[in-house]
């Protein structure tokens, strides 16, 4: 990758209940916010919270929901297309995805090249919940990861609650990804939402901007924010509050890993990947497969 200027731009998605209408003002929003992101930082990654065209949760049921979006590419992509081509950036975005049968909906975030072109599409692998088909929900699990090359470099996505599984951004960073983006509108805390960000960078030694949502959704559920970018070494380089707001930071891949921590003298000294005991790995590679649980009694 490049040197490059990235930003997380956070959002409230437009008040009321979901409908045609609000998914236009979502989108107008969002666009808006872009265009001065870029404008007072140069940034030429921006990357918008998961479901951003909707809020997360819908507050209406999966056959609306399908209604309401498209296909993608398709007309629910259209205004973002439009603004990444008109400023020359590449933008990450989340927006619930039509499946190919009515009720069928993927939770996706899409690559946008900075000519408005459809680089990629990731559907969340991990729903979080309430929001899986199979427990009564709204979305259908994802399959595949991905990667997408651009002239920044490469960009990997992992949505939300994926980033509470270790082997999904291990998988996205071997396949080659040094920037993963994780579009999120987190249920939990902080605490978590830090931790998470702070151990998939540091796991794999790659670059990682988490957006979270903040506002109310259709749903009436609250959103915190506190986007943040964190760095090979698990530091966290910009940080936002609650509000509506974005922040930018630079990534330089010479000094990624250049000190094992932020202005120490000590040089980095090892890999998490290249030092990887494969002997221990290919060993039990059956039990990483394995079915299991916590032995912890949950809800």
């Not at 559907?123 to 399959?143: L, M, Q």
Request: charged residues 20%; negative net charge; hydrophobic residues 40%.
């Amino acid at each position: 990758m490049k040197a490059i200027t990235a930003a997380a731009v956070q959002l409230a998605p437009a008040p009321g209940p979901l409908s045609a209408e609000t998914v236009a003002a979502n989108g107008a929003h969002a666009i808006q916010l872009v265009r001065e992101c870029v404008a007072a930082t140069g940034a030429q990654l921006v990357v918008l919270p998961e479901s951003v065209s909707t809020g997360f949760t819908p507050g209406v049921g999966a056959d609306e929901l399908w209604d309401l979006v498209s296909e993608l590419p398709g007309p629910v992509l259209d205004p973002y297309t439009a603004v990444a081509s008109e400023l020359g950036v590449h933008l990450v975005l989340g927006t619930y995805e039509r499946g190919p049968r009515r009720g069928e909906v993927y939770n996706s975030a899409v690559v946008l090249g900075p000519n408005g072109m459809l680089l990629g599409v990731y559907r969340k692998t991990h729903p979080f919940g309430g929001e899986r088909a199979d427990r009564g929900g709204w979305v259908t699990a994802g399959e595949d990861v991905l990667v997408v090359e651009t002239e920044l470099g490469r960009i990997g996505v992992i949505i939300c609650f994926d980033g509470d599984y270790p082997e999904l951004s291990r998988i996205t960073t071997i396949r080659g990804a040094e920037i993963i983006c994780r579009p999120s509108a987190l249920l939990r805390s902080a605490d978590l939402w830090e931790l998470t960000n702070r151990a998939r960078a540091y796991d794999n030694h790659v670059f990682l901007i988490g957006t979270n949502a903040t506002g109310v959704d259709p749903a009436g559920v609250i959103y915190f924010g506190n986007s943040m970018i964190v760095t090979p070494t698990a530091h966290v380089v910009a940080r936002a509050a609650s509000h509506e707001c974005w922040i930018s930071a630079r990534l330089d891949p010479d000094t990624a890993l250049s000190s094992m921590t932020p202005g120490s003298s000590v040089p980095q000294p090892f890999d998490h990947l290249a030092d990887r005991n494969m002997t221990v790995i290919r060993k039990h590679a059956d039990v990483l497969t394995a079915d299991a649980a916590t032995p912890f009694r949950h809800a």
